[in-house]
């Protein structure tokens, strides 16, 4: 495989379940990370989706060494510049660009470039990227769709996102073509504002121990 889709691998080292989360507050970054890592989830990705998600990546970066703190939700080469600049070891976007492909050509922080259609894949494919985002996966077919890629892009590699949830979760993961999925499951919204860290790890626990 090329060697930023290796780096990216390396990145989330066998996890299973990667957290997508939404920070509504930066305060409570730095706790929510070091619950999951202590769960077992390390590697986690903060969506640009609010206005304190850039300050809560650096706050991640700086302050909780053992997460792998990535960006999700990046539209743009300048976002990917700004989340790259901030402290993000991966970037997650919901699609494929030539900007954003040709962002990730002048830097070391590898993309997870979301694809559902053959020519997105191929797309992706073309540019060196072999691990892609399927999103949004329940709605673009889910299961079936990425069975049905299996035989034709054999080296293409997926991380459902979009649907996921604990019960459906080790269905994807049984396919040989997925590496892990994305899921806000682990750590729901009511929890982080209750600041309940201790529920959130033991869900980080549940997640870490599904295989494939």
Known sequence: MPSKTEKLLSLLNGQPVIPVLKIASVADAVPLARALARGGLPAIEITLRTADALEAIRRVAAEVEEAVVGAGTILDAQQFDEAARAGSKFIVSPGVTSQLLDAVKDSAVPLLPGAITPGEILAAREAGLRFLKFFPAE??????????????????????????????????????????????????????????????????????????
């Open 139 to 212: 709605q673009s077919g889910g299961i079936a769709s990425l069975k049905a890629f299996a035989s034709p892009l054999a080296d293409v590699k997926f991380c459902p996102t979009g649907g996921i949830t604990a019960k459906n979760a080790p269905d994807y993961l049984s396919l040989p073509n997925v590496i892990c999925v994305g899921g806000s499951w682990v750590a729901p919204d009511d929890l982080i504002k209750a600041g309940k860290w201790d529920e959130i790890e033991a869900l980080a626990r549940e997640a870490s121990r599904l295989k494939k």
